[in-house]
T-cell receptor
Framework: GAVVSQHPSWVICKSGTSVKIECRSLDFQATTMFWYRQFPKQSLMLMATSNEGSKATYEQGVEKDKFLINHASLTLSTLTVTSAHPEDSSFYIC???????????FGPGTRLTVL | GNSVTQMEGPVTLSEEAFLTINCTYTATGYPSLFWYVQYPGEGLQLLLKATKADDKGSNKGFEATYRKETTSFHLEKGSVQVSDSAVYFCALSIQGGKLIFGQGTELSVKP
């Protein structure tokens, strides 16, 4: 149980385009999901907390207009990287808590490369 | 504030060696503590957790004990295998379900 999926697993796009990444909880409902980015050989940096039915909460220094988050249902959150640039290339990972627990389950990650 | 500090890697061991990865934390309140493992090119997998002082989390031969007096949650395994090669992250949870991660420790096990 407690499986989180992400799609796509990797994506290459041209500079200036937008990319959408989906995060799904497959066997549980999650009122809260989290989005992280990870640079090579570094730890995870929390970008934002995605709340079902309300606006996401962004961490300091994360541009909300650049990283659009939508949490339209209890099993799906999306992250859209708008007008992507090469410096946005990274490994993006989502996680979700089964409702009422403090354990986060992570998706397999999405590797974004912006040319 | 809340923070997690792990021993620096990379850690290189021979198969069947004993493993310890140190983790200490600072936190307000009484957080839950976690160890996550990340295999190359993959996301994080929960390895074990402990929710209160003196709890011992265990899984796949790994163990960690929540030590409030030393604010530590060291990861141990009695006999490592090549398949244990990965990056290990210690983390604590804070209000709102957020996780604070340590910097990660890369483990390489040689046959």
């Amino acid at each position: 149980g407690a499986v989180v999926s992400q799609h796509p697993s990797w994506v290459i796009c041209k500079s200036g385009t937008s990319v959408k990444i989906e995060c799904r909880s497959l066997d549980f409902q999650a009122t809260t999901m989290f989005w992280y980015r990870q640079f090579p050989k570094q730890s995870l940096m929390l970008m934002a907390t995605s709340n079902e039915g309300s606006k996401a909460t962004y961490e300091q220094g994360v541009e909300k207009d650049k990283f659009l988050i939508n949490h339209a249902s209890l099993t799906l959150s999306t992250l859209t990287v708008t007008s992507a640039h090469p410096e946005d290339s990274s490994f993006y990972i989502c996680s979700a808590n089964p409702s009422g627990t403090d354990t986060q389950y992570f998706g397999p990650g999405t590797r974004l490369t912006v040319l | 504030g809340n923070s997690v500090t792990q021993m620096e890697g990379p850690v290189t061991l021979s198969e069947e060696a004993f493993l310890t990865i140190n983790c200490t934390y600072t936190a307000t309140g009484y957080p839950s503590l976690f160890w996550y493992v990340q295999y190359p090119g993959e996301g994080l997998q929960l390895l074990l957790k402990a929710t209160k002082a003196d709890d011992k989390g265990s899984n796949k031969g790994f163990e960690a004990t929540y030590r409030k007096e030393t604010t530590s949650f060291h990861l141990e395994k009695g006999s490592v295998q090549v398949s244990d090669s990965a990056v290990y992250f210690c983390a604590l949870s804070i209000q709102g379900g957020k996780l604070i991660f340590g910097q990660g420790t890369e483990l390489s096990v040689k046959p």
